[in-house]
């Protein structure tokens, strides 16, 4: 596990697909993450690459060739190797050298990186196209929040905005794959937090650039800087039985969505995949601050 910190946060990360496993705020001795209890997911922050969500019957494929390939891919359960460390970040990274190419035909490498500022942890991605043609890809943040944060509070103590542009679009998902639900909705989006808005699964927006998830009572919470995403998800694991769900929260800034369910399966054809030119690298960021 790799520490850093600053004044206000001590965040600890795996390298085990250099997951986010702790945030704890040292003034307020608040510990952010959800502690990742196999009983309700066993994931705390998991990277998601390169697909995010899952493929119609878990298959796709590219100029001719089929492949199979799980839900969010296979990054998160990678070993990353150190790549460089000071007090307040660190960077891990992975070269793909054809261990992946049952699973993608692509060669990668990945470098992951967690700076803290503040009150704010930044987590940036690169990924470098090392083919000799265009590839194609997805990438997705996890992160799962405790909720509640505070001793006596409850999950309808808090609210959940996400703030985006006037076409703002609505996804839902029926057996995994992607429908549009409603587009041009307004913004802020305040969807009452409840048990229910999770019995099919995540709830998906397009074009949400900030989300907050704050304590009506406390003040604490999260927010989420987005901007530029294509994709947010919301979820939290749903319990059928009890009708409740799990004590977290998860906060997904994504590049890339599962397939819509009238995908062709052709990866250069997948809603949302980002396309990268040979020897060129992908980068982007996103920043949590813990209130």
């Given at each position: 596990m790799q520490v850093i910190e600053n004044e206000h946060l001590k965040v600890s990360i795996?390298?085990?697909?250099?997951e986010l496993r702790e945030v704890w705020n040292k003034k307020e001795e608040i510990q952010y993450m959800w502690e990742g209890d196999p009983a309700?997911?066993?994931r705390v922050s998991p990277v998601l690459f390169p697909i995010v969500g899952r493929l119609k019957e878990d298959r796709y494929e590219v100029n001719g060739e089929e492949y199979s390939m799980n839900q969010h891919g296979f990054l998160r359960d990678v070993t990353f190797a150190l790549h460089q460390k000071g007090p307040d970040f660190v960077s891990f990274s992975i070269s793909s050298n054809r261990q992946f190419t049952a699973q993608y035909p692509y060669e990668f490498q990945a470098i992951i990186t967690y700076s803290l500022k503040g009150e704010s942890l930044s987590v940036s991605w690169k990924i470098v196209n090392?083919?000799?043609?265009?590839?194609y890809f997805s990438i997705g943040g996890h992160p799962a929040f405790q909720i509640p944060l505070m001793e006596g509070e409850t999950l309808a103590d808090y609210e959940l905005a996400l703030i985006g542009d006037e076409n703002v679009t609505q996804f839902e998902l029926k057996d995994a794959l992607v429908h549009v639900k409603e587009s041009n909705i307004s913004s802020p989006i305040t969807p009452a937090l409840s048990a229910n808005l999770f019995k099919n699964d995540a709830l998906i927006y397009s074009n949400v650039n900030h989300v907050k998830l704050t304590s009506k009572h406390s003040g604490k919470g999260v927010e989420i800087d987005c901007a530029g995403f294509p994709y947010v998800g919301i979820w939290s694991k749903y319990d059928e039985t009890a009708g409740t769900i799990a004590p977290f929260l998860?906060?997904?800034?994504?590049y890339g969505i599962a397939d819509m369910h009238d995908t062709t399966g052709d990866l250069k054809e997948k809603a949302g995949i980002n396309i990268l030119p040979a020897?060129?690298?992908f980068e982007s960021t996103y920043f949590i601050t813990f209130k």
């Open positions: 795996s390298p085990e697909g250099a309700y997911w066993g090392e083919n000799e043609e265009s590839m998860c906060i997904e800034p994504w020897g060129e690298a």
